[in-house]
């Protein structure tokens, strides 16, 4: 019994929300516990900090953000006018109240209500914005349409005449 907290006399707490009363006081000063029935009364029992997990270099996300069902996210980084880009495109700023993310000081105090963001390096600043998927899936389209355009102008046959070309061109999908 010598790691049961007990009364100032050695006595068991009579009830257990007396027993809870001082959980909450030691609970102010760090200690964790937990109230047991024993003979007579409560008490409590001292619990083990869990071990905070250790997380390896290299493996935390810190731009990892939940997804939200019907939108596509994104961290754009505040240089020259890509915020201002984004907003003309449809994305949004993400406000969301509690949110958290890859690295445990996402949704810190100082973010609730606030616009989402993190220090991504050069001291430069990370925003998180979304756009409803339709609108993402037609950005993606025209940027395709654009990319194939490119390479049937790179694929396609001199009719010009010009006979000293040399080396060839093949892109595969």
């Not at 997804?67 to 449809?90: E, S, T, W």
Request: net charge positive; hydrophobic share 30%.
């Amino acid at each position: 019994m010598s790691d049961l907290i007990m009364t100032k006399e050695g006595q068991p707490f009579e009830t257990e929300q007396a027993a809870n009363l001082r959980m909450g006081v030691l609970k102010k000063t760090g200690v964790e516990t937990q109230p047991v029935a024993v003979d007579g009364g409560f008490a409590l029992r001292k619990i083990e900090p869990a071990k905070k997990k250790r997380v390896p270099l290299g493996t935390r996300q810190r731009l990892s953000y939940p997804k939200r069902p019907g939108y596509y996210r994104y961290v754009f980084n505040d240089v020259d006018d890509r915020i201002q880009r984004a907003l003309d495109a449809g994305y949004e700023f993400v406000t969301e109240d509690n949110l958290t993310g890859g690295d445990p000081r996402v949704g810190d105090a100082s973010q609730m209500g606030k616009k989402v963001s993190k220090q991504v390096g050069g001291g430069a600043m990370g925003y998180l914005m979304e756009i409803p998927n339709e609108y993402h899936e037609e950005d993606l389209k025209a940027k395709r349409e654009h990319l194939d355009l490119q390479e049937a102008q790179m694929k396609r046959e001199r009719t010009d005449g010009v006979t000293d070309l040399y080396g060839k061109v093949q892109i595969n999908r």
